[in-house]
């Protein structure tokens, strides 16, 4: 017998096919199998079927997440969260409270410290990081996660000399002051993953999957820093509350291509953050002169990874944030499609943050898909943020032009980049709604829309999921409230009342036993 669930009374968001006058929605093994008129589709239920009286909620499709680092997001949620420091003796004073107990043994670490937003300015130093322990490796990744500082323990599982572009030197000592950028950041990652072992990160990814459900996520696009990490995913077939896409984040087009996987990349660096002074601009930072960011990889050796993979028949996907290195990317992706044309390949920009008009003329043209994160503007954006101090007034009135790259019809799909910002797709939607910059708003719909049928499309799966439509997979979301008729400051207040996920309901707050919603309260 088939398992069979109704939607009664509900309010249908209109993305997808729906009648004029459907209140109701049958799901028939984890499909959606018919929308239309309550009393029409409870004629040939099953007598097991559930029947679920929504009395006027809003329904949509379960909200897709593309861009996670999933582990890091569980990981994070284990260490110490430094952001309500205000100075840097807070700071060091969360971290000797906190300390041994509140991480891994014999490995400590601590989150989300804003050296812009501390009374000195700074991060704290190796010296002050080695009062704390001068035996216990310390790792504190910056908000942003594109810098942190280590202790000296740290840097004796992980050596590091001032050869290693990144590292930071101590203006009195000539030494290492302990921050870390650029690829020296990236050494001090891969010696973390050391220190960590599998199953702290396979417990990482179930916690960020329980995470994710809470806020209506029922697909996310997980950046996986390793192959092994893809691995790991695989593994937790079925343990998951949601479904996962991969995106190996290596350059091996090889190893890739050996697995059978259709896609490469996800977060590979052509720059930083603007936070860290590492997105790589045409022009100086109005808060540091003269300097311009940096590019972690020039036009040539772009063209050589996103080649091999593009002739493969992979999808690619890298960072670019800066104007800078957006325009050597796209200069890359131009001269490979131009040498090797190739239909609906969907490569993907991830952030493209700072564009100019004949970059969005280009990339429409092109056919690229950009991952944004709207919820940036809500951290960062407007006259008073950190894009105003780092961009200056001019720039910063171009940050996340979302309406334009509509317009031009270019192809978004809505990411959070969790654990930078949390995933929280209403969130998402809330700030492209209520951007800074009136001239780059989207409607609540359109908003709606890079969060659902977006992110299907970006990962090959719009016939499968994204739109409220007979045949598609049973992925919704139930809203307490309709986010067409709350205020824009207030969508992302609006409770999650159900979670759907092929079929299986994940989340239900009406079910005190609902086990993602337990395990997240825990």
């Known amino acids: 017998m088939s398992e069979q669930m109704l939607l009664k009374r509900a309010d249908l968001f209109p993305l997808g096919d729906i009648p004029p006058d459907a209140d109701a929605l049958l799901i028939r093994d984890g499909r959606i199998a018919a929308i239309g008129r309550a009393r029409v589709l409870s004629k040939n239920l099953d007598s097991s079927a559930r029947v679920v009286d929504l009395k006027g909620r809003t329904v949509l499709p379960g909200f897709i997440d593309s861009h996670v680092h999933l582990a890091e997001t569980g990981l994070q949620r284990q ?296 919820a940036f503007e809500t951290f960062w954006g407007g006259t008073g943020g950190m894009y105003a101090r780092r961009l200056g007034p001019p720039r910063v009135r171009k940050t996340n032009p979302l309406r334009g790259l509509l317009d031009a019809g270019i192809h978004l799909t809505g990411g959070s980049d969790s654990p930078i910002t949390p995933i929280d797709p209403l969130a998402g939607v809330a700030a492209a709604v209520a951007h800074p910059n009136p001239e780059h708003r989207l409607s609540v719909a359109e908003a709606i829309a890079i969060f659902t049928a977006g992110g299907a499309r970006a990962a090959f799966q719009e016939h499968d999921r994204g739109l409220l439509r007979k045949g598609l997979r049973a992925d919704l979301v139930v809203l307490s409230r309709d986010p067409r008729r709350v205020a824009a400051e207030k969508i992302g207040d609006i409770p999650i009342y159900m979670v759907v996920c092929g079929g299986r309901v994940v989340l239900d707050e009406n079910d005190p036993g609902d086990a993602a919603g337990q395990a997240e309260k825990k």
């Not at 309500?84 to 004073?93: K, M, Y």
């Not at 990236?186 to 999957?209: I, K, N």
């Not at 997105?279 to 300097?291: C, H, K, N, Q, T």
Request: hydrophobic share 35%.
């Open 79 to 374: 260490g110490l969260d430094l952001s309500p420091a205000g100075d840097i003796d807070e700071a060091l004073e969360m971290l000797s409270g906190a300390f041994p107990g509140r991480s891994h043994p014999g490995f400590f670490r601590a989150h989300s410290f804003d050296p812009s937003l501390v009374r000195e300015g700074r991060y704290p130093t190796r010296q002050e990081l080695d009062a704390i322990s001068s035996r216990v490796p310390i790792f504190i990744l910056r908000r942003d996660g594109h810098s942190c500082v280590v202790n000296t323990a740290f840097l004796r599982h992980c050596p590091m000399g001032p050869e290693i572009p990144g590292v930071e030197l101590d203006a009195e000592t000539g030494q290492p002051s302990g921050t870390l950028r650029a690829e020296a950041l990236e050494r001090a990652r891969a010696c973390r993953h050391r220190l960590l072992g599998d199953e702290d990160r396979r417990e990482a990814m179930l916690q960020a999957g329980r995470q994710a459900v809470r806020r209506g996520v029922t697909t996310l696009h997980a950046v996986c820093g390793r192959i092994d990490d893809v691995d790991l995913l695989s593994g937790l077939e079925g343990k998951l509350p949601l479904q996962v896409v991969p995106y190996p984040n290596t350059t091996d087009v090889e190893a890739v291509v050996s697995r059978g996987w259709s896609r490469i990349g996800g977060d590979i660096l052509v720059d930083g953050s603007l936070g860290s002074r590492t997105a790589a601009l045409m022009e100086p930072y109005a808060d540091r002169a003269g300097e311009c960011g940096r590019l972690y990889l020039t036009r040539g050796q772009i063209v050589k990874l996103i080649g091999p993979a593009h002739n493969a028949g992979l999808q690619v996907s890298l960072h670019a944030i800066g104007d800078r290195a957006v325009e050597e990317l796209l200069t890359a992706f131009e001269k490979v499609l131009d040498d090797h044309p190739r239909e609906d390949a969907r490569h993907r920009i991830e952030h493209a943050e700072l564009l100019h008009d004949d970059q969005i003329e280009r990339i429409a043209r092109r056919g690229l898909t950009l991952a944004v994160q709207p």
